[in-house]
């Protein structure tokens, strides 16, 4: 079994993020993703937003024990409701604050590799805080690489020919998913690992067949939003 080291894992996530929307233009940065509400560059610019608060939480070192895990993370994280409705729409007007869609992508361009040199370089046995929470630092790097792999897929829906997240990053959502799942659960066989996250969120609903494979489990469903 292939051992993935979490800052590398990040790394081929936010570098898959970069090469979807490497060469857009504007009016390319304004296509629809599959987030209710958010176009290209507003999801870039959500997605920022981890970028920035993984570098604060990676020079604010905490002292542990972990109070989560990379999965626990996620149990409780709010999926909707109105507080996800007032962040879509300051995610919305922050971005329409911008000159062009595309000063979006410049800070991207800036941020995001600064974030995963701070990983790289930050102590793998170390703890952080971040959203109310203390995680092992490998912990926190794996929930941004769940949420980067999962937010690819949203940007991408409208963008043929732009490239999927990487096998890495893929594997530690997946395996995120699969932490979220009863032990006892077996996912159909025909889903690929996309497959599985874009069920797993939501973001594609569940067939009769399968709920039908799926059985009891299937009540899980989404796993997180």
């Known amino acids: ?40 560059a507003d999801l870039l610019l959500h997605v920022l937003g981890d970028a920035q608060r993984a570098l604060v939480a990676l020079a604010s070192p905490a002292e542990g024990p972990a109070d989560v895990d990379d999965v626990s993370y996620w149990r409780d994280f709010p999926g909707g409701g109105d507080e996800a409705t007032r962040h879509a729409w300051w995610v919305r007007r922050s971005a329409g604050a ?34 109310g929470h203390v995680l092992r630092v490998p912990d926190f790097l794996a929930t941004l690489t769940t949420e980067a792999v999962v937010h690819h897929l949203d940007l991408i829906v409208d963008l043929p020919g732009a490239p999927p997240p990487g096998p890495l990053a893929t594997r530690v959502a997946v395996t995120t998913m699969d932490g979220l799942l009863s032990d006892d659960t077996v996912c159909p066989t025909a889903w690929s690992d996309h497959d ?25 469903f989404p796993l997180l939003g």
Request: charged fraction near 20%; aromatic fraction near 8%; glycine fraction near 10%.
């Open 1 to 40: 079994m292939t051992v993935i080291r979490a800052d590398e894992a990040l790394a081929q996530a936010y570098t898959g993020i970069s090469a979807a929307v490497d060469g857009l233009d504007d009016a390319g940065l304004q296509r629809s993703t599959r987030c209710h509400g958010w176009l290209v």
């Open 98 to 131: 911008f000159d062009s869609p595309t000063g979006i992508v410049r800070l991207w361009r800036e941020t995001a590799p600064a974030a995963v040199r701070a990983a790289a370089s930050t102590d793998p046995e170390g703890y952080v805080t971040t959203q």
């Open 196 to 220: 599985f996250l874009l069920k797993a969120t939501g973001r594609v609903p569940l067939t009769d067949g399968d709920r039908l494979e799926l059985g009891e489990s299937a009540g899980w």
